[in-house]
C-alpha cells in the first residue's frame, strides 16, 4: 500500500483559511474572500457549498459544517493498489489462457497509453487540468453562477479530485459504508476530495496523477482503466489507440454505461465523442481539420470480452481447461499467496499476477489428439493423459476427451462430453483409478533401495500363497493367492528384468514380501503417489497388511503416475508437478512459487536400474542385454529408436489399461478408464491403443529434441557383484 503523508497543518498554514472562513460581513464581502480564497487554492466547507448549492440557501451553519469537515478530515490519503486482474499465459509468454479478476483491471505506465488518449481525457473533464493544483477555483465559481441562476447543472471537480473519489470507494481498508460515502452525492464529500486532491497536488506530479486516473477509471462493459477499456472496446493496447478511439473512450467516462456503444446507446458514444474532439480543440491539442476528420470515421469496434476464470478459456482450447482448473488447485496451495485457501483464491483474483504456465499448446494439442484416438467425445469412457518434464516437475500438457465446460450435457448421457471434474490430475472429489502393475515399479524401487540386485531371482508359480490372510475367491488355505495372467509366459525363474518386462504378478509379490509392503507403499509416497480416497488413506495406515499393494489396487492419477516415473528418468530427483515457468506480481518482481522444489528421493543409482528394468517391457535391451520379452514392445518403433521405458498396467478384470513411459526429457503417462462406473471394464483390447496414444504423445514431445542415453546402472546394483 502506498501511503501519500501530507506536512501538518502548522508546518504550511498562516491562519489565512480560518480568518477566511469566519470572516463576518455582507454578501459583497463574502464573495470578495471566497474568490481569494479559491484562486489561492486554499479551500473550506463554504466553497464547497457555493460550489453545489444556491446562493441564497448559503448560511453560517454550512459553512461551518464544511469547515468542521475540512478540519477532522486526516492529512493522508492511502492510495492502495486498485484490484488487478492476473493475466495467465502459456508457456510461450504470449497465448493467453485466461484471467482472473474481480475487477477487469490492468495498471499500465503512462508511457504505455497513448498521448492522444491522456489529452482526450484531459480535455473532456478537466481542461485547467495542467494550471490548478488540485481544485479549479474558477469552475467552483462557473459552477456557483450557473446552479444559482437555475441553469443547467454544473459540477466543478478536477481529475485530481474524481481520481480520488476513485480511489476511495475502491480502498479495501474502508468499511463498506465509507465507500458508499465516497460517491455520495453531498458537501461532505466535495470538501473530503477537495482537502484530498490539494494534499495530493503537494506530493505527487501532474504526470502521476493522470496516470493515476486512467489506471483506476471505470470505462463501461466491465472495464477499469484504459488497458482494459482499449482491449474490450477495440481489442488493441492502450499506446495503439487512434484519436477517434481516444476521444470515444474519454467520452464515456461521464456516463460509461449509459453511454455505452456496446450495450448501450450508440448515438451518445457519438456525440460525447464529437464533444471531446471539440474540446481538444478548443485546447490547441488537435488542429480542427484533425477534428472533423475524425468526427467523419465511422464507429468501428472490436470488442473482446476477457476471459474469466477457467470455463471461460477460448473454446476452441476449451481442453486447456483441465489445465487451468490444475494451475489453480496449485496456486490454492501455495503458502506464498495467503494464509488460508480464500485468501490465495483472493490474491489471484485481485492481486495482478503475470502468469507463464509450463502449458505448452503444441503437446496439449498433442495429447488431445491421442486421447480422442482411444476414445472420442461421445464415450463415457475416457483416457486421460498427462506429460511432464523430468527434473523439474513442469506440466506440459493435460489432456483427456471431455470438453471443460459447465454446458448442460444431453439427457441420454448426462455425464459427458461435457465437465469440469479434474479427470487428469484429482482432487475435487476425483481420487483417481487403479493403474495395474504400473505400481510395480515401487515394489522394485523399493528392492534396490534395500540391496536386492536387479538379477534378484525367483521361480514365480502360476499361484503364489502370500503371507497376507485373505478368504473368498482369491484365497487359498486362508491367505491371499495372486495369480499370473500368461502362466506359460510368465512362470518360471524370473529376474527383475524379465519379471518387469513380462509384468508376472507372483514374482513381484514374493519381491514385496522380501522387502515389506510398508516400505513400498512409503516408496510410492516418495514419489509423489498420493492417497485420496478414504480407502486407500485407511490401508495407507496399516501399509503392512496391503500385500496387493504391488498390482495397482490404489487409486492414482495420470499426473502422479507420470510425475513418479519422471523421477526415475530425473535420477531419482523428485519434484512437485509445476504448472508454471513464471510468476511476476504486480510490480514485475519475480514470484519464488514459481522455482521447481525437487529432492533426492532415491539413490541415482537405484534409479539407473529400475530404468534399465524398465526397458524391457517397452521392446529395448537393457544396458546388461537381460530383457526377453514385453508388455508393450511396439512403444520402441513408435519412438523411432530412442531410448525409453515404461511400463504397462491392467487392473483386475481389464477395469482400467494404463501406459506410463519415460525418457530422459518426457514422461507421460494415460489411463483408459470410465471414470463414472468403475464397473464398465474397458478391457484388454485397449490396452494396445492406450500404449501407442502415451507413446505417440512423448514421440510428438520429443521431435526436434537430442537423443539422450540413459545412465546404465553400476554392476552391484545389476548383479550384485
Known amino acids: 500500500m502506498r501511503l501519500v503523508r501530507a506536512r501538518s497543518r502548522s508546518e504550511h498554514s498562516d491562519g489565512a483559511e480560518d480568518a477566511a472562513v469566519e ?186 496523477i493522470l496516470q493515476g486516473y486512467l489506471n483506476i477509471a471505470y470505462f463501461g462493459a466491465g472495464a477499469y482503466g484504459v488497458y482494459a477499456a482499449s482491449q474490450t472496446y477495440f481489442g488493441k493496447s492502450a499506446l495503439d489507440l487512434t484519436l477517434p478511439e481516444a476521444a470515444l473512450l474519454a467520452g464515456l467516462l461521464q456516463s460509461p454505461d449509459g453511454d455505452n456503444p456496446i450495450s448501450g446507446d450508440r448515438d451518445a458514444a457519438l456525440r460525447r465523442r464529437a464533444y471531446t474532439l471539440d474540446a481538444m480543440t478548443k485546447m490547441g491539442v488537435i488542429s480542427a481539420a484533425d477534428a472533423a476528420a475524425a468526427q467523419a470515421q465511422d464507429l468501428k469496434l472490436n470488442p473482446r470480452g476477457l476471459p474469466n476464470n477457467c470455463v471461460s478459456v477460448a473454446p476452441a482450447h476449451n481442453d486447456w481447461g483441465f489445465f487451468c482448473d490444475y494451475f489453480r488447485q496449485w496456486w490454492g496451495s501455495q503458502p506464498e499467496f495467503g494464509a488460508t485457501p480464500a485468501d490465495r483464491d483472493e490474491t489471484l483474483r485481485t492481486g495482478g499476477y503475470t502468469v507463464v504456465t509450463s502449458l505448452d499448446p503444441g503437446i496439449q494439442a498433442l495429447a488431445l489428439n491421442q486421447s480422442l484416438s482411444v476414445y472420442g467425445y461421445g464415450s463415457a469412457r475416457s483416457m486421460p493423459l498427462a506429460v511432464v518434464t523430468p527434473g523439474s516437475g513442469r506440466v506440459l500438457a493435460l489432456a483427456v476427451n471431455r470438453h471443460y465446460s459447465l454446458d448442460p450435457n444431453p439427457p441420454q448421457h448426462p455425464r459427458y462430453p461435457n465437465t469440469v471434474n479434474q479427470l487428469v490430475a484429482g482432487g475435487g472429489g476425483v481420487a483417481g483409478y487403479q493403474a495395474g502393475s504400473t505400481f510395480k515399479m515401487f515394489t522394485m524401487l523399493a528392492a534396490l533401495d534395500a540391496g536386492m540386485p536387479l538379477n534378484t531371482k525367483f521361480k514365480a508359480p502360476s499361484r503364489l500363497a502370500s503371507q497376507w490372510p485373505a478368504s473368498g475367491p482369491g484365497s487359498c488355505g486362508g491367505r491371499w493367492c495372486p495369480a499370473n495372467d500368461s502362466p506359460s509366459w510368465m512362470d518360471g525363474d524370473r529376474t527383475m528384468w524379465n519379471g518387469f518386462g513380462r509384468s508376472v504378478n507372483t514374482y513381484f509379490v514374493w519381491l514385496e514380501q522380501q522387502v515389506g509392503a510398508r516400505r513400498v507403499v512409503e516408496m510410492a509416497q516418495r514419489l509423489g503417489i498420493t492417497f485420496r480416497s478414504g480407502a486407500d488413506t485407511a490401508m495407507a495406515a496399516k501399509a503392512d497388511q496391503w500385500g496387493s499393494f504391488t498390482l495397482g489396487v490404489a487409486s492414482t492419477t495420470p499426473l502422479d503416475l507420470a510425475n513418479a516415473y519422471a523421477s526415475i528418468a530425473a535420477g531419482g530427483v523428485y519434484c512437485q508437478p509445476l504448472p508454471v515457468v513464471s510468476i511476476t506480481d504486480n510490480d514485475g518482481k519475480p514470484v519464488d512459487a514459481a522455482m521447481p522444489k525437487c529432492r533426492q528421493a532415491v539413490n541415482a543409482d537405484v534409479a539407473a536400474a529400475a530404468t534399465d528394468a524398465a526397458r524391457c517391457p517397452v521392446g529395448r535391451s537393457s544396458a546388461y542385454n537381460k530383457c526377453d520379452g514385453g508388455t508393450a514392445e511396439n512403444v520402441s518403433g513408435i519412438l523411432g529408436g530412442r531410448p525409453v521405458a515404461g511400463k504397462t498396467g491392467s487392473s483386475e478384470h481389464n477395469s482400467t489399461e494404463t501406459f506410463a513411459g519415460f525418457t530422459p526429457q518426457i514422461a507421460a503417462a494415460g489411463i483408459a478408464v470410465n471414470p463414472d462406473s468403475p464397473n464398465d471394464h474397458v478391457g484388454s483390447g485397449i490396452a494396445g491403443a492406450v500404449n501407442a496414444a502415451v507413446a505417440r504423445t512423448m514421440a510428438g514431445a520429443l521431435r526436434g529434441m537430442p537423443v539422450m542415453e540413459f545412465r546404465p546402472p553400476s554392476t552391484r546394483r545389476a548383479l550384485g557383484r
Open 23 to 208: 470572516a463576518p460581513g455582507r454578501a459583497s464581502r463574502w464573495l470578495r474572500g471566497l474568490g481569494r480564497l479559491l484562486l489561492c487554492g486554499v479551500i473550506s466547507g463554504l466553497v464547497v457549498a457555493v460550489g453545489v448549492l444556491p446562493l441564497a440557501l448559503i448560511g453560517g451553519s454550512t459553512v461551518n459544517a464544511g469547515r468542521d469537515v475540512w478540519r477532522n478530515l486526516p492529512s493522508d490519503l492511502a492510495l492502495p493498489p486498485p484490484p488487478q486482474a492476473t493475466y495467465v499465459y502459456a508457456n510461450d509468454g504470449r497465448t493467453l489462457i485466461t484471467t482472473f479478476y474481480d475487477e477487469n483491471r490492468r495498471d499500465v505506465p503512462l508511457a504505455q497509453i497513448a498521448p492522444v488518449l491522456q489529452q482526450a481525457v484531459v480535455a473532456a473533464e478537466d481542461t485547467r487540468f495542467y494550471q490548478h493544483r488540485g481544485v479549479d477555483g474558477k469552475s467552483v465559481l462557473r459552477a456557483l453562477v450557473s446552479n444559482g441562476r437555475g441553469g443547467a447543472q454544473q459540477g466543478a471537480s478536477t481529475l485530481t479530485m474524481q481520481y480520488v473519489r476513485n480511489v476511495l470507494k475502491n480502498d479495501p481498508s474502508l468499511s463498506p459504508q465509507q465507500r458508499v460515502d465516497a460517491v455520495a452525492d453531498t458537501p461532505a464529500r466535495k470538501v473530503r476530495e477537495m482537502r484530498y486532491a490539494t494534499k495530493l497536488e503537494q506530493h505527487l506530479s501532474k504526470q502521476d
